[in-house]
């Protein structure tokens, strides 16, 4: 191990205000030997360096630096992820070959130390990455945090494959562990770049982009609510518009599908948000558009994936369903029992579309 001995004397000296002169009067010493520690050429005896380290009021595991010898597994996991976090990685590294010896079985200190090796991006040392991460494997039921699981491991392990030309191997595992379909971006990814495989790679990075949607609809309803919950209607806004953007955005041309029921669930939302900050007319607007989009779903409902998104090129009949109620309709009327200020506003919009029905040439949606 390299003591920072000398780096450590010189920088207290010069944090006390002291020439090495002074330094080595105050010690009883030669200005000569006080250079010698400082370059490293030579070290101070033990009674000096037990001198020295009260001196400067420290201890002599400070003094020296190898405080980390001393910590227990815990604080010794904890400092590689600090490594991490600073990007000192090659500070890690070497902490990292040293610990393993004494802490080889620990899950912590196995799985930081593998995550050193991983985030170097050298492929020189991506079969220490995998071995290390396989050791994680077996050590999984130490772990603690839920963000870590078997299936986090198998995507580092596959990434280092790659990263070793061995991507038939790499993809084979991930579709091995493709639990919910947590790896069909990498699959899709690693497949298509590689010219013959690229028919195979729609249909993966087809799923992958349904599955996404779904989450960041639900993200954006989410964060909407919370939002709203908290008074930040501009913000909930914000996020509803983006939302309603991007799902137009992915939107066959004007094809009637399951995201109209999304859409209507998306506007109702906006209502409730522009009638809570005082657009009695906005809110309005978004209420009558989401009966609208409801009407037209609920005449002829198509749940098939397939239809109506763009980019699709799923394999199998995939389909994508609204908890909220059976109908686009009845959706709608759940929310409003959630949101009973957008109520006179709905019998507003429904006694105005009653009238229109009656007024030659105008029809209801659908």
Not at 35 to 54: D, I
Not at 138 to 151: F, V
Not at 153 to 162: D, M, V
Not at 205 to 228: E, P
Request: with cysteine; hydrophobic share 40%.
């Amino acid at each position: 191990m390299k003591l920072k001995l000398s780096e450590n004397i010189r920088q207290r000296r010069r944090e006390a205000g002291l020439t090495q002169e002074q330094l080595a009067e105050a010690l009883g010493v030669t200005a000569g030997a006080v250079y010698k520690w400082e370059s490293g050429r030579a070290a101070p005896e033990l009674g000096l360096l037990v001198e020295l380290a009260q001196f400067f009021g420290v201890s002599v595991d400070a003094l020296l630096d190898y405080g980390w010898e001393s910590l227990d597994m815990g604080q010794t996991a904890d400092r590689l992820r600090q490594c991490i976090r600073d990007r000192r990685l090659e500070e890690g590294l070497k902490l990292a070959s040293q610990v393993l010896q004494k802490y080889p079985n620990s899950f912590r200190v196995v799985w930081e130390s593998a995550e050193l090796h991983f985030l170097t991006m050298d492929p020189a040392l991506a079969p220490k990455a995998v071995e290390l991460y396989r050791r994680a494997l077996q050590l999984m039921d130490q772990n603690t945090d839920s963000t870590i699981g078997p299936a986090v491991l198998q995507s580092r392990i596959a990434a280092c494959l790659c990263r070793l030309g061995r991507t038939d191997e790499a993809v084979e595992l991930l579709k091995r562990n493709n639990v919910g379909g947590i790896n069909n971006v990498l699959i899709g990814l690693l497949l298509s770049q590689e010219e013959s495989k690229a028919e195979e790679a729609l249909p993966w990075l087809s799923d992958a982009l349904l599955k996404s949607f779904s989450q960041l609809f639900n993200t954006c309803v989410g964060y909407a609510c919370a939002c709203g919950a908290l008074e930040r209607y501009d913000e909930a806004l914000d996020i509803l518009r983006w939302m309603l953007a991007l799902e137009r955005g992915l939107r066959k041309d004007d094809t009637v599908c399951w995201m109209d029921q999304g859409e209507a669930r998306l506007l109702t939302m906006t209502a409730e948000m522009e009638l809570r900050r005082g657009d009695r007319p906005a809110a309005r607007e978004a209420l009558t558009q989401a009966r609208e989009r409801a009407l037209r779903f609920d005449a002829a409902p198509e749940y098939r994936a397939a239809v109506g998104m763009k980019f699709y090129h799923g394999s199998g009949p995939a389909a994508c369903y609204d908890d909220m109620g059976e109908t686009a309709m009845e959706s709608i009327g759940n929310y409003l029992k959630e949101a009973p200020c957008l109520q006179p506003l709905w019998e507003e919009v429904e006694g105005n579309a009653a009238y229109e029905s009656t007024v030659p040439g105008n029809s209801l949606p659908g």
